[in-house]
Structure formats: structure tokens, C-alpha cells
């Protein structure tokens, strides 16, 4: 076992894990954070998407180990204490941007990212690219790019959804 | 995944000491190769010693008129460095589409040398601008470091500590992508160096990384699109899967080589303006 200590959501976290634990399999089993999903064994999928340091990261591909000392924010930490939802959250369920959820958690991850790297206009075709390591099985995706234009505008100061 | 015994050294000298002593046990640097062939049980290395946290491996820098890339520099930290941009934006170009976001921000290129997937990108830049590796123990010329399918010239406990990459004049990279992986299906990096051209594709050959000499021959009496009429690429020696044939991997290596070439000739010349004062004085 090794003992590892790490932020997440804000609040510090001292566990022992087993050092093949992924860091998704550490926030789902041992902190019961289950918002971070599973949807492939390949990498692919982009369900797992956490912010590790401020970047998006998938968390089926990382270890808790290596998280050690770093800051980690998931899903649940957008919208801390199930209060207003965060701007990005609130595009998705004006415009429609999910059918089953599965995918959600990780598209609004990588499109919070996503703003936070490229800024708050958003050309569709930059989101259509950003999106390659996101993975949707119902929607289509149309409105997913749709909510994620609106979010990155409604995330500008001063912005609104 | 096996069980293995996880370390995080602080430097290179403690890194490559444990690989010694542990037998079989592997380097971690993003883990986006290490960590998916682990899942799927393909790899049980009883070590793992991460190489994420040690100081400076990841510096970007120019070294008089070299690009020094650090070996755990992310794909990210390529793609968007100032630095890598004005030396050889195709390198910053290249970086930028390897696989997702993601995958860019943990990714890096020293995992990416040392795995040498046939149809990784960085392989084809590295062995195109002529590059050295730098390890624990030596320089390594990239004509040397490559030696087919996930084989390299490294030893099990050698950790590459950066790449020297010499600038070129002009250099441009062409990725048909695969549409599902997002890796090259073919691609096609094109460098003309002071002395000489250089072409290597990736994704195509049977054996990994290679050297397109043909191309490289008529390139060298003039760097010109024009000048790639007659090329014909042999189907021989290619790979063929469900991706592609080999034969349509031939055609592609073709069409990517010119519009590489285009898209170099398109650019300003480089190391033409660099300052005299470089030279040493006698
Ligand atoms: C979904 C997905 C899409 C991808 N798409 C692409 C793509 O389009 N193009 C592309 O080129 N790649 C692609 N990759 C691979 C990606 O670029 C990997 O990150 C890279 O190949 C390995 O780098 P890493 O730092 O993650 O290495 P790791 O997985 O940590 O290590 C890989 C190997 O290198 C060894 N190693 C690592 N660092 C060193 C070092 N400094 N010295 C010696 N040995 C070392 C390890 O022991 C291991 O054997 C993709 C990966 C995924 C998951
Ligand atoms: S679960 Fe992480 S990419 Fe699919
Ligand atoms: S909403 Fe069902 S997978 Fe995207």
C-alpha cells in the first residue's frame, strides 16, 4: 500500500491506496465521488475526464499514485455544495446536451478546459476538434457543440447562459 | 492490472539507479502507452519508477543552435511553446495533433521515443531533422536510436533525458490520420537542413520509422514540390491491415511527401538569420 495525500474539490485527502489503483477507480470506489465514469478499457472514451492541475486528464489512464500532492477536481467540485450549477453545466441542460448522462461528466470537463485554454467564443469547428478524445453514444453531438459555445459565453465575466 | 511496487525518485541519477537494481522494472512517464497495455494485462512490470516528478526533465530551451526538448515535456507543453513555434513550428504543428487533449496533456515525448510505435508521429520528426537523444549513459544519433517495431536502441534501465534537435532551413509534417485511433496512418515529415533533405514516414513501414531515400535524392537537387513527378513508392516492405493496404499506404507516403514539401516551401527560410556571433572565434 502507499499513503498519498492530494486536494480534491478543495478539500485535502490522505488515503492508502494500492499503487495499481487508478485515480478513477480512487475517486469513484474510495471517495465515493461516482460522477467520473468508466466507458472504455482503451483510453478512448474521454467519460473519466478530471481536471489534474487545471488540465484536463483522463483518470482511467493515471494513477492515484501519481496524483500524490497535486490538485484534483472532479464533476461534483463545478457545483460545490450542490448550489447553483456552474455556467458550463447549466448550457448542457438548457440545450439539451445529453440523452443518457453517461458521456456528460467528461465533455463538460474537457469543455470547462476547453474554455480555459482557447477562451469564451468558440468557433464550432474548434469544439468539434477539442471534443476527438469524447466519445457520445446518443446524442450526435450537435447539441452537445451547441451547449458548449453557449457555456464558453456564459463563462466570459459578466456572461450569462 | 498486475501489482507492482510504485517509486518516485527526484532525479535522473536515483531514476536510472532503481531501474538497475529492479529487474524488469519499466520508466513511467505520462503513462498514456505504459498504463492502457498494463490494463489489458500485455505488460506486468513488477517496478514501476515515475519519471513525472523529477525537476527540469521536462525544459524547453535553445542550445545555441539547437532545440533542446526535455524528455518529459507533454505534447501540450510542445505544441504550445513559444520556443518550439519560432525554431520549427512543424514540430509544434505535429505535437498539436497527436491524439486528444487529453491525451496532450500527459503524454510526452520521451515516452514516445521510447516506445516507438510504428505510427507515432514524434518518431518521424525525430529521425527527419537528424535529432540526438540524450540518455543516462549517451548520445544516441537518431538513425541509430530506431530499430523497428517498439524496438529502440535503448537498454532496460537507460532513461532518454532530452532530444537535440539541429534546426532546419524549412520543415513541414503531413498526418493522414486514422480516423478512430487519431494516429498517423501515414505520415510524412520533410526537413531541409543546411546540408542536406531529409524524409522519414511513419505508420507505414513494417519494420516502424523509416527513411524515404528516393524522395530525399530528388529533394536534394532542388527543394521542390515539382521535383517528386517520377517518385514511385514500392508497396514492398509497407504494412498492411484492416486500416490499409500496403499498396494504399504506398500511394498515401506519396501524396503526403508532396504536400509536406509544399507546405515547407510555403515558409521563410530559417537559421539563414541567425547571428554571426555563434561562430566560435579563433
Ligand atoms: C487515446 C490515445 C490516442 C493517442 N494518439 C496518438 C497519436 O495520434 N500519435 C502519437 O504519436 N501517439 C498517440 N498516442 C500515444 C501517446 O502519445 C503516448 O503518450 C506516448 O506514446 C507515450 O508517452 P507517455 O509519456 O505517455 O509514455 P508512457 O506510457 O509513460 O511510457 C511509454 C514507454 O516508454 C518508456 N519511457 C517513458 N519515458 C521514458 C524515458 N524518458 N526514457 C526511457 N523510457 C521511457 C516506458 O517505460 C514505456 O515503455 C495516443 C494515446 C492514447 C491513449
Ligand atoms: S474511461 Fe477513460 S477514456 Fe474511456
Ligand atoms: S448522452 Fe449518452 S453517451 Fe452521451
Do not use: W
Not at chain 1, 465521488?33 to 482511467?60: M, Y
Not at chain 1, 446524442?139 to 450569462?160: D, E, F, L, R, S
Not at chain 2, 513488477?46 to 525544459?59: A, K, N, R, T
Not at chain 2, 524524409?199 to 529533394?219: I, Y
Request: proline share 5%; net charge positive.
Amino acid at each position: 500500500m502507499a499513503k498519498i495525500s492530494l486536494t480534491v474539490n478543495g478539500r485535502a485527502v490522505t488515503a492508502n491506496v494500492d499503487p495499481r489503483t487508478l485515480l478513477v477507480q480512487f475517486l469513484r470506489e474510495q471517495l465515493r465521488l461516482t460522477g467520473s465514469h468508466v466507458g472504455c478499457d482503451t483510453s478512448q472514451c474521454g467519460a473519466c475526464v478530471v481536471h489534474l492541475d487545471g488540465k484536463a486528464v483522463k483518470s482511467c489512464t493515471t494513477l492515484a499514485v501519481m496524483a500524490d500532492g497535486h490538485e484534483v477536481v472532479t464533476i461534483e467540485g463545478l457545483a460545490p455544495d450542490g448550489a447553483a450549477l456552474h455556467p458550463m453545466q447549466q448550457a448542457f441542460y438548457e440545450h439539451h446536451g445529453l440523452q443518457c448522462g453517461y458521456c456528460t461528466p467528461g465533455m463538460i470537463m474537457t469543455a470547462v478546459d476547453l474554455v480555459q485554454r482557447k477562451g469564451h467564443e468558440l468557433s464550432e469547428q474548434t469544439i468539434r476538434d477539442e471534443l476527438e478524445g469524447n466519445l457520445c453514444r446518443c446524442t450526435g453531438y450537435q447539441n452537445i457543440v451547441m451547449a458548449i459555445a453557449a457555456g464558453a459565453k456564459a463563462m466570459a465575466p459578466g456572461g450569462a447562459a | 492490472m498486475y501489482p507492482f511496487k510504485y517509486h518516485r525518485p527526484a532525479t535522473v541519477r536515483q531514476a536510472a539507479n532503481l531501474l538497475a537494481k529492479h529487474e524488469e522494472a519499466r520508466p513511467i512517464a505520462g503513462g498514456h502507452t505504459l498504463l492502457p497495455v498494463m490494463k489489458q494485462r500485455l505488460a506486468a512490470p513488477p517496478h514501476l519508477v515515475d519519471l513525472s516528478h523529477i525537476e527540469g526533465l521536462g525544459e524547453i530551451a535553445m542550445q545555441g543552435r539547437a532545440l533542446m526538448i526535455g524528455a518529459a515535456a507533454t505534447h501540450a507543453e510542445v505544441a504550445g511553446s513559444a520556443t518550439v513555434q519560432a525554431a520549427i513550428p512543424a514540430l509544434a504543428e505535429l505535437a498539436a495533433e497527436i491524439g486528444d487533449p487529453a491525451v496532450r496533456h500527459r503524454g510526452t515525448i520521451g515516452g514516445s521515443l521510447a516506445n516507438n510505435d510504428p505510427a507515432a508521429d514524434y518518431p518521424a520528426a525525430v529521425l527527419a531533422l537528424g535529432a540526438t537523444i540524450v540518455t543516462s549513459k549517451r548520445r544516441l544519433k537518431a538513425d541509430q536510436f530506431f530499430q523497428g517495431l517498439f524496438t529502440t536502441a535503448l537498454d532496460p534501465d537507460e532513461i532518454i533525458t532530452k532530444i537535440m534537435l539541429p534546426l532546419p532551413k524549412k520543415a513541414a509534417y503531413c498526418k493522414f490520420r486514422n480516423p478512430a485511433s487519431r494516429y498517423a496512418l501515414v505520415g510524412v515529415f520533410v526537413a531541409k537542413r543546411p546540408g542536406d533533405v531529409r524524409v522519414a514516414v511513419t505508420g507505414a513501414g513494417a519494420d516502424g520509422v523509416f527513411r524515404l531515400s528516393a524522395a530525399e535524392a530528388a529533394l536534394q537537387k532542388r527543394f521542390h514540390s515539382k521535383m517528386l513527378g517520377g517518385l514511385h513508392v514500392a508497396a514492398d516492405g509497407l504494412t498492411s491491415d484492416l486500416h490499409g493496404s500496403a499498396a494504399y499506404r504506398a500511394h498515401l507516403i506519396a501524396v503526403l511527401t508532396r504536400r509536406a514539401v509544399e507546405a515547407a516551401q510555403a515558409r521563410p527560410d530559417k537559421v539563414a538569420a541567425q547571428p554571426a556571433a555563434l561562430e566560435p572565434v579563433s
